[in-house]
């Protein structure tokens, strides 16, 4: 900053307390789900009783829900190392006792029922699992193709912010309707997961992630109105026409 010679200047400071980067949050939260489910999902000594130990699920839609489970968490620890840019470098220390409570506690939650010895497959079967794959799947796809779209709208090292747009990619045209379709398509991948295992807990997770992405996504809505005034105005934040 420069200032004319013979100016007075006061400088202000905040304490905002003990922080911690963001990406030591989002690799911590996410590193913790996928190695507590596959504690379950391998049944280790002391979770099922003795003659349970390290045996398998007979029912192929409790492997296909691991392997759906791990690659969610897979996905979004790479995503956090390459392809998410943040605008703000820090957040409090607090916040990952917090986010690790949630994401840690809920897959415990779900692991814990959809690995059990007496857990129950879907009622209707393969069929039912075969659409909540179809829906898991093309909701991953979506998200990350979401993801990439708001990474390449912010060079690297910027805090620069542009109104997002459709590009060439199909699962970008949401952007069309909502202004956050990254929490859309999040959204739509737990209704799968909870559809293809048809497990209270993971409805409840889901639940809970609605509420709080919702929450985010009316936020960045009104921050989109506020800063760019020929924002489009048929966009809804998170549900098409909705909400």
Known sequence: MKL????????????????????TVFLTEYA??????????????????????FTSSRHTVVHLACICHSFHYVKRLL???FVHRFSHG??????????????WGFAAWMAYYINHPLYTPPTYGAQQVKLALAIFVICQLGNFSIHMALRDLRPAGSKTRKIPYPTKNPFTWLFLLVSCPNY???MGSWIGFAIMTQ??????FSLAGFIQMTIWAKGKHR????????YPPLRMPIIPFLL
């Open 223 to 230: 921050s989109y109105l506020k800063e760019f005034r020929d």
């Open 199 to 204: 497990c209270l807990p993971v409805a409840l």
């Open 79 to 81: 995503e956090t190392l």
């Open 90 to 103: 820090t957040m409090p220390l607090r916040n990952i006792f917090k986010n690790c409570t949630y994401y």
């Open 184 to 186: 859309t398509y999040e």
């Open 4 to 23: 004319p010679v013979g100016t007075t200047a006061t400088l202000y400071f905040r304490d905002l307390g003990a922080q911690i980067s963001w990406v």
């Open 32 to 53: 913790g789900p996928l190695f507590i489910y596959l504690l379950f999902y391998f049944r280790v000594p002391f979770i099922y009783g003795h003659k349970y130990d």
